[in-house]
């Protein structure tokens, strides 16, 4: 510094020596910050080098630029929001490479922990249209990257207030797009960018829409040249405008049949697939069924009996779901999956195998669930001669009927099963009472002896996911002051009116068993009746007579 002096803008050997120097404190910083105090450096030098506009000192400029980014730790108190509009300064300089390190260590400091939001959002108007300008004017490839970086940074730091940007967001993000054909990795961050785009815009999303659904369905079209290089992220966008979407138009709900291919092509993005169907089932309604019934037949039944235990185990709630929300609309249109569902259930292959104990449980609910909701459907589909060949053919041992087979399966699995699982395993196996079915009355007391233990044990109905990660996650936080995007909302009121949750098993029970005397008999009744335990028979009137 001694030998080139801030004012100085002669091209001298001092000036290259300093360069350097700065090069070896920005790489040495840790070490170089016990001895040097950044705030001195800064006022007394730094500050007056980066606004000295001369072209020449366009060399320190750039490099000081870049210091400023890797000495972040040390910027403290008010001479941080200096090297904010310092920075911000640098990036309308005339230079292309001094804007480029500006935009390099903004991205730095809007990504710190300390940094405030308030002051970006007093430069955000300037940053954007200087972003909007480099992108015009820088040409090689890793530049434009560095743009699209330091855009995405500020779109995740802005939340809603990008709103009175979007039209020139979306403006400048078509002409990106399409001045990106052939460079798939460009792409790939672009994708990247307009998913958080997306986010921040929330319930405004739609505003994006004209230049987004070209992208969006070129990008989940398996059948297009880039779709080895861009279908990850372009489904990972199909589930964030989905998931900030305030209903389903038209241009989203024709989307729908790509996934068909996609999950046809492989399983490597089945999760968000499942995230998809589940967006579609909560926000689509009985249009989405009427409309791409037999699209999700195509992907569900390709998902059930082809993936692995962990890939079931992300399926079925939302299989769960469609019976749940469509009870009458839903089975028949998935009714090759539900057949599936039954030889999952009734297999048996679960010794030391914990996670296909699972998978059976749930698969199990889920039937049991569909007698509860649809006992007519599943009366049909227990009596397919189709599947009651497969299932012999398959070497299944079958106890009488379907029917009676899964009531087994319902009272074994009883205890693996989750709170809400045992709900509708208890309510399924009160319905099978009133089933004039002769068989029933020898299994009285076991069907009992659950329901009675559902009851008594008193567990809420509760899912899993009520107390996971999904609350907490960014494609899932709105802008709508709640906190919660309308995707979890949805879910949230799917789940609190949920019919089996709502439901009183104690009063279900009390009037079947009614109902079962009726069918079977006083006399059938009360002897099956009378060989229960003395002590289960106890828990029963208390369990009753708690309602």
């Known amino acids: ?25 920005g790489h040495v910083y840790y070490e170089l910050s016990n001895y040097l105090s950044f705030n001195e450096w800064f006022h007394g030098s730094l500050s007056i080098e980066i606004s000295n506009g001369h072209p020449n000192m366009r060399i320190i400029r750039r490099k000081v630029a870049l210091l400023l980014g890797q000495w972040i730790s040390e910027i403290k ?117 307009l998913r958080t785009f997306v986010s921040s815009l929330g319930y405004q999303s739609p505003l994006s829409y004209h230049m987004l ?14 779709a080895l290089n861009l279908l ?43 995230n998809i169907v589940e967006d579609y089932t909560i926000f689509g309604g009985s249009e989405f069924l009427k409309s791409h019934g037999t699209s999700l037949a195509n992907v569900l039944d390709t998902i059930v009996g082809n993936v692995n235990d962990k890939g079931l185990l992300t399926t079925l709630p939302v299989i769960d779901l469609l019976i749940q929300l469509f009870p009458q609309e839903a089975p028949p249109l998935i009714s090759s999956a539900l057949q599936k569902l039954i030889f999952i259930s009734l297999s048996r292959d679960d010794e030391h195998n914990p996670s296909r ?19 007519n459907f599943s009366a049909q589909l227990l009596s397919e001669p189709a599947l009651l060949a497969n299932i012999q053919q398959s070497g299944i041992s079958l106890k009488d009927n379907l029917l009676l087979s899964l009531v087994d399966m319902w009272i074994d699995k009883v205890d693996n099963a989750t709170a809400i699982q045992q709900k509708e395993y208890a309510m ?10 002769p068989q029933v ?25 009520d107390s996971s990660g999904d609350i907490t996650s960014s494609s899932w936080l709105g802008n709508d ?67």
Request: with cysteine; net charge negative.
């Open 1 to 25: 510094m001694s030998v080139s002096p801030p004012l100085e803008t002669d091209v001298t050997s001092g000036m290259l020596l300093k360069d350097a120097a700065y090069t070896a404190a």
């Open 77 to 193: 108190g008010d001479t941080r929001k200096l090297v904010y509009r310092a920075l911000v300064a640098l990036l309308q300089d005339n230079d292309i490479a001094v804007r480029l390190a500006a935009c390099s260590s903004l991205c730095y400091l809007f990504q710190e922990s300390s940094f405030s939001e308030l002051d970006l959002f007093e430069c955000l108007p300037t940053c954007w249209t200087m972003c909007f300008k480099l992108t015009e004017d820088v040409q090689e490839f890793d530049s434009k990257v560095q743009v699209l970086n330091f855009i995405s940074v500020l779109l995740e730091h802005v939340g809603d207030k990008v709103i009175p940007f979007a039209s020139q967001l979306s403006q400048f993000f078509q002409k990106i797009w399409d001045e990106s054909a052939g460079e798939s990795l460009l792409q790939i961050q672009l994708l990247t960018a």
């Open 213 to 226: 659904m070209p992208i969006l369905q070129s990008g989940v079209n398996v059948d297009s040249p880039d």
């Open 232 to 274: 990850e992220d372009s489904v990972l966008l199909w589930e964030a405008t989905l998931s900030n979407a305030p209903s389903i138009v038209s241009q989203l709900m024709d989307l729908f049949p790509y996934l068909v291919g996609i999950v046809n092509r492989s399983f490597d993005h089945l999760e968000v697939g499942v």
């Open 357 to 375: 104990t699972t998978v059976r449980a749930s698969s199990g609910a889920i039937l049991a669930r569909l007698l509860v909701m649809n006992t």
């Open 428 to 437: 399924a196996l009160s319905v099978v009472l009133t089933l004039q079915i």
């Open 441 to 465: 009355i020898d299994k009285l007391d076991d069907i009992l002896s659950v329901c009675t233990t559902v009851i008594i044990g008193g567990r809420e109905v509760k899912t899993e996911d």
């Open 481 to 547: 002051n709640s906190g919660y995007s309308s995707k979890f909302l949805k879910k949230r009121q799917a789940k609190d009116l949920d019919p089996i949750k709502q439901a009183s098993l104690e009063n279900i029970l009390r009037e079947n068993l009614k109902a079962c005397a009726a069918h079977h008999g006083d006399s059938t009744f009360n002897a099956a009746i009378s060989r229960i335990h003395p002590s289960s028979f106890a828990q029963l009137q208390q369990a009753l007579n708690s309602a």
